[in-house]
Nanobody, 128 residues
Framework: QVQLVESGGGSVQAGGSLRLSCAASGYTYNRYCIGWFRQVPGKEREGVAVIGNDGTTSYVDSVKGRFTISQDVAKNILYLQMNSLLPEDTAMYYC??????????????????????WGQGTQVTVSS
């Protein structure tokens, strides 16, 4: 059973930084895609940044140059470094994984419904 546990959310002023972590366990797949997604009330969940088992990354345009996704493969931890945060980044952030993955990582960014496993989420609030 794949388990994803997020941490690191919080409240920050615009221009500040946060780092999210996602501890993954319970999987043995060689092919996977794992990433960060966010959702605000009344809107669909959107992809923020994803990374494939080959290290390929993909970002939504609104966070390019500000957010960086990375992973510690040995520890099975996924990170999202968020810099220059904006009020519009306020959302519940979820760690999601497709295991095994059958498509390029960018597809999961565009179609979060293809993700099979989700964490419980961590709230990020950016005040102006």
């Amino acid at each position: 059973q794949v388990q994803l546990v997020e941490s690191g959310g919080g409240s920050v002023q615009a221009g500040g930084s946060l780092r999210l972590s996602c501890a993954a366990s319970g999987y043995t797949y060689n092919r996977y895609c794992i990433g960060w997604f966010r959702q605000v009330p009344g809107k669909e969940r959107e992809g923020v940044a994803v990374i494939g088992n080959d290290g390929t990354t993909s970002y939504v345009d609104s966070v390019k140059g500000r957010f960086t996704i990375s992973q510690d493969v040995a520890k099975n931890i996924l990170y999202l470094q968020m810099n220059s945060l904006l009020p519009e980044d306020t959302a519940m952030y979820y760690c999601g994984a497709a295991m095994p993955s059958t498509s390029p990582a960018r597809r999961y960014l565009a179609y979060p419904r293809a993700i099979g496993y989700w964490g419980q989420g961590t709230q990020v609030t950016v005040s102006s």
